[in-house]
């Protein structure tokens, strides 16, 4: 496997079917990690994985670390990622520096109760940013709406192109909000000790549009809408601040859940067919996007990709005993994250954006095909 | 505990084990379940026994020493220790297959867990129990984030053996209002230290 060549645009996303990271390639071997997700085998991150695979040395390559929210879908390997990238600005959202985040995440985070959590991957990222503090590097940049978080200009044969990051996310009134509810979050007195498991809906998480030239993409994160209208994407799509070009790829949002879809992003925010990926979410009863989510986006683009399918894989034990015990006792059972998929795009954005070449690995498939025999 | 638990023969973990892949647990037939609920409840096989960390992981442990029970072990370094009780050996349970897992869903009558092999290096599986599984004393325990242990082997009884499946929810202690207060202090040192208005 190859890097793309300096002058070419790469958007990368990783999805096993729990757990999701985008990788940009913005020029000159100039790269931007967007959220983290680990190979189940190697326990590495999936991004830098993929960077070593191809021959980019990380620590001098990823320029932008980003942190759309503090689930543990999206940032597995987070923390080692910051650490191996001292030339990376780290940039996470503006509610998340606040005293009640940093309370939850020292109480919760401190003392992981089992494998990772999303509050204990965040108390390691503290703790990274803590030794980035004493290193002298650069301190994390805070997203908020309509802000510019990072711009670079790139010089080719072709013609001089800039990339400009900018986050449209959350709003003031959507970190207030989220300040009420993380505060919920932290445990009292005398309650029981449990592992942190926040399933509420997301309006909090840092959507990023990226202008490359004359292409913008669009990364939607996991931003959901609530009955707000100064929150989630409603707030998005009636800000006169944000960036008014049109999107030719977009990340969509909340692994394309109907609770997430705003038909005023497709409108006003993307051009007509854009190149949509996303990444599945399976966990217990949750299974997005559902059939009729596929439906809706395929409606909306016949260019729609998801990194990995739907279908449940049932394990098997070496133990035949074992195999018939397991059966007996469980009304239903799966493997969790059975293989990385990977949506990789590439092309040019000088002089002319070219079209996209997509090519799928692992268990990408294209959307279409979401739910058949299934 | 140690009355409970009695002597402990711990294996050298560079000496082949009796059994391969199995672990044997021995109790006394009178304490039955107890002594089971004494040897899974609060703890994980994998954290093995040493005679440096004796009698460290009973429930009423953790009352007292909460830094034992947040503590995350390593997850693949599964000893094989065999309990000899003080009294006769007439029962023992003879472990195939363990998992350490975590309540994602509660619903009704079922949950959905994530589960972690103790026992080899498998992917992570995620499966739904019916809470009729769980022992009557454990079901209030059943709320997402609690962490049990759930264990498929034989329990050898009198010249019988029964093929078993054990579901044991841990215990843990309430939170104290120390470690919250910790928990604020912490926070409001970070953001000072990093100047985060």
């Known amino acids: 496997m190859h890097g793309p060549a300096l002058g070419e645009v790469e958007i990368s996303m990783f999805g096993p079917g729990y757990g999701e990271s985008v990788l940009l390639h913005v020029g000159d071997n100039n790269w931007l990690v967007v959220d983290s997700c680990v190979d189940s085998s190697s326990k590495q991150p999936v991004a830098l994985q993929y960077l070593q695979q191809i021959g980019v040395d990380p620590s001098e390559a990823v320029k932008l670390i980003v942190a759309s929210h503090w689930h543990d879908d999206h940032i597995r390997g987070l923390a ?208 997005i996007p559902t059939k009729s989510d596929v439906k809706r986006i395929c409606s909306r683009t016949s260019c729609g990709y998801s990194t990995a399918d739907v279908k449940d894989q049932k394990p098997k034990f070496a133990q035949k005993v074992v195999n018939k015990t397991v059966n007996e006792v469980v009304r239903s059972i799966r493997i969790v994250n059975p293989q990385m998929g990977h949506i990789r795009v590439r092309g040019k954005v000088v002089p002319m954006l070219t079209p996209w070449d997509v090519t799928l690995f692992g268990g990408a498939l294209p959307m279409s095909l979401l739910y058949k025999n299934y | 505990m140690s009355g409970v638990r009695g002597n402990q023969l711990n294996l050298n973990p560079f000496q082949k084990p009796i059994l391969d892949s199995v672990a044997l647990y021995d109790y006394d037939e009178d304490t039955d379940d107890s002594t089971f609920d004494k040897v899974f409840r609060g703890t994980r096989l994998s954290d093995g026994f040493s005679p440096e960390a004796p009698d ?96 498929i082997g034989y329990k050898e009884d009198r010249g019988q053996r029964i093929r078993a499946s054990l579901v044991r929810f841990r215990r843990l202690p309430a ?23």
């Open chain 1, 80 to 287: 080692n990622t910051i650490q191996k990238c001292p030339n990376a600005l780290f940039v996470f959202s503006s509610a998340l520096k606040r005293k009640e985040f940093l309370s939850l995440v020292f109480a919760m985070g401190k003392r992981p109760l089992m494998d990772t959590s999303g509050a204990s991957e965040f108390y390691s990222i503290l703790h990274a940013l803590r030794e980035r503090k004493n290193a002298g590097l650069d301190i994390p940049r805070f997203a908020i709406a309509d802000r510019l978080m990072w711009r670079k200009g790139f010089s080719h044969v072709g013609g001089d192109y800039g990339c400009e990051v900018y986050s449209l996310s959350p709003s003031d009134e959507s970190v207030r909000l989220a300040l009420k509810k993380i505060a919920s979050l932290m445990p009292q007195e005398r309650d029981p000790k449990r592992r942190l498991i926040d399933r509420s809906p997301n309006h909090n998480a840092v959507v990023l549009w990226v202008k490359i030239g004359k292409l913008s993409v669009l990364l939607g994160s996991d931003l959901e809408n609530i009955n707000h209208p100064g929150c989630g994407w409603s707030a998005i799509v009636s800000s006169r601040m944000r960036p008014l070009e049109k999107g030719a790829i977009f990340k969509i949002p909340h692994h394309g859940s109907a609770n997430a879809d705003h038909p005023g992003v497709w409108h006003e925010m993307l051009d007509h067919e854009p190149l949509a990926i996303l990444a599945p979410f399976i966990s217990g009863n949750i299974r």
């Open chain 2, 56 to 151: 460290e992981l009973s429930a009423e442990d953790f009352e007292s020493n909460p830094s034992q029970v947040n503590s995350s072990p390593p997850r693949k370094s599964l000893h094989f220790t065999h309990f000899v009780p003080k009294g006769a050996v007439r029962s023992r349970f003879i472990e195939l297959q363990q998992w350490e897992g975590i309540v994602s869903e509660v619903s009704h009558e079922a949950f959905f867990a994530r589960l972690i092999s103790l026992s080899d290096d498998k992917p992570d599986i995620e499966a739904e129990f019916a809470i009729d599984e769980v022992h009557s004393e454990d079901k209030k325990l059943i709320h997402p984030g609690a962490v049990f242990y759930w264990s």
């Open chain 2, 175 to 197: 939170w104290q209002k120390h470690e919250l207060e910790a928990a604020k202090k912490d926070a409001k040192d970070f953001a000072d230290l990093l100047e985060w208005k």
